[in-house]
């Protein structure tokens, strides 16, 4: 772990970040997500499924809800601590992981992994870069990724 | 037998149309840029400067009449024919060659090569216009200078609109009908004028829009550093708020 920067980022995602979010991440947004998650990456049924910077697994336990083998993995253990709570709540099975999103494991296990606006928060575009090459390694071949940013132009 | 498309940049530029359309007032103002070039490059007086794409020569003349060494480089033959008559009227030897930009003949010669006016991003890959740039470099003397003048890529996307008219001095419409494709990164632009007596030409514009970062990472493959940047040639500072983006880069090594 490095710098500045993700350290920043960090202290956000432990504090600032769950004062907000619930304002804007509604229920209703949540469900649309998931259907087109579900959709875009024509999972089967069950399929191992890593949620790459899951907060506070708004996504990991809907899909987790739909019977998916989900694996969340995030950095903040506040996140993970609300995540965990929750998935214990509804009565759900996800793995939880507390890591650097550069370091996923294990190799060639998932069928598919999403990155639901957690991408771009590393210091360079070769940090960044590395992240993507981790879920390269994730993913089974033929495997699928779907990431969900901010548009620039916008 | 299919007669091949000839290339959009050729096209445009053919006659009756970018004469008319862009140049009175911007000779004019080619005048003040000129003022902002030559302290942007910091280069000393007399020195060696090549205006790459330099379409009817008014930075070129601009620069000659300043005193510098000009070369005006351009693939047509009817804006040479422009910018020699114009290197004329001055009163100023600049020296014309024609020839694509990616096939400057000379290396090592100059102290600066300057870019103007959205002449960058023209054509099919980034590696085509990559070569460009190589081919800028190499030149350049060791520590030689390179500005680019382009459109704000930021600023056109804040500020977006699909279709665009203006209305020329002689009564012409020129309609402008663009697109942006995101997956390129390319601004493809149709462009309609209208004479008063309702003769229609169109004519097509496939430009790709490079972000500062894009460009500085392109830049630097050529081997020129990115040293500072602009919004506008009245010296304002870079942003997505300017609608310019001036680049000054140097080429590596020491002069």
């Given at each position: 772990m490095t710098a500045r920067t993700v350290k920043g980022t960090m202290d956000f995602y432990e504090d600032a970040f769950y004062r907000v979010a619930p304002q804007q991440l509604t229920a209703e947004r949540q469900e649309a997500e998931v259907k087109l998650i579900v959709r875009a990456l024509e999972l089967p049924p069950g399929a191992r499924l890593l949620d790459l910077g899951?907060?506070?697994g708004r996504h990991a336990i809907l899909l987790a809800q739909r019977g998916y083998a989900v694996t969340g993995l995030d950095l903040s253990r506040t996140s993970l601590r609300v995540a965990r709570r929750s998935a214990r709540e509804a009565g759900l099975r996800v793995r939880w992981l507390r890591r650097d999103m550069r370091d996923v494991p294990?190799?060639?296990?998932?069928q598919a992994a999403i990155c639901m606006?957690?991408?771009?928060?590393?210091?360079t575009d070769e940090e960044d870069a590395k992240a993507l090459a981790a879920v390269r390694r994730a993913l089974q071949p033929g495997g699928r990724f779907l990431l969900d940013h901010k548009n620039r132009e916008w | 037998m299919t007669k091949r498309r000839s290339k959009w940049y050729v096209d445009f530029f053919r006659a009756g149309f970018y004469h008319d359309w862009a140049l009175a007032e911007r000779f004019e103002r080619a005048e003040r840029e000129a003022e902002f070039i030559v302290e942007a490059l910091g280069v000393p007086a007399g020195a060696a400067i090549l205006d790459l794409c330099?379409?009817?020569?008014r930075h070129t003349v601009a620069l000659a009449r300043r005193g510098y060494r000009t070369t005006g480089l351009d693939l047509s033959a009817l804006h040479l024919r422009h910018a020699r008559r114009a290197a004329r009227e001055a009163g100023v030897a600049v020296r014309w060659h024609r020839a694509?930009?990616?096939?400057?003949?000379?290396?090592?010669?100059?102290?600066a090569v300057i870019n103007m006016f959205t002449a960058f991003g023209y054509f099919e890959s980034d590696e085509e216009d990559g070569k460009a740039l190589d081919a800028a470099a190499r030149a350049l003397h060791p520590g030689g200078r390179f500005l680019l003048d382009t459109i704000n890529r930021d600023w056109l996307m804040r500020n977006w609109e699909a279709r665009g008219w203006r209305e020329r001095e002689d009564g012409t419409l020129d309609l402008e009908d663009r697109r942006f494709d995101p997956a390129s990164g390319r601004n493809r632009v149709r462009v309609i004028s209208v004479q008063p007596d309702g003769t229609r030409d169109e004519r097509h514009i496939d430009l790709r829009l490079y972000t500062l970062k894009e460009l500085t990472g392109l830049l630097a493959s050529a081997g020129l550093a990115v040293r500072r940047t602009w919004g506008g040639f009245d010296g304002r500072d870079y942003s997505i708020d300017s609608r310019r983006m001036i680049v000054l880069a140097a080429k590596e090594g020491v002069a």
């Open positions: 899951c907060g506070y294990p190799a060639d296990y998932f606006g957690a991408f771009g928060v590393l210091e | 330099c379409g009817e020569g694509d930009m990616r096939d400057i003949p000379w290396q090592g010669e100059f102290d």
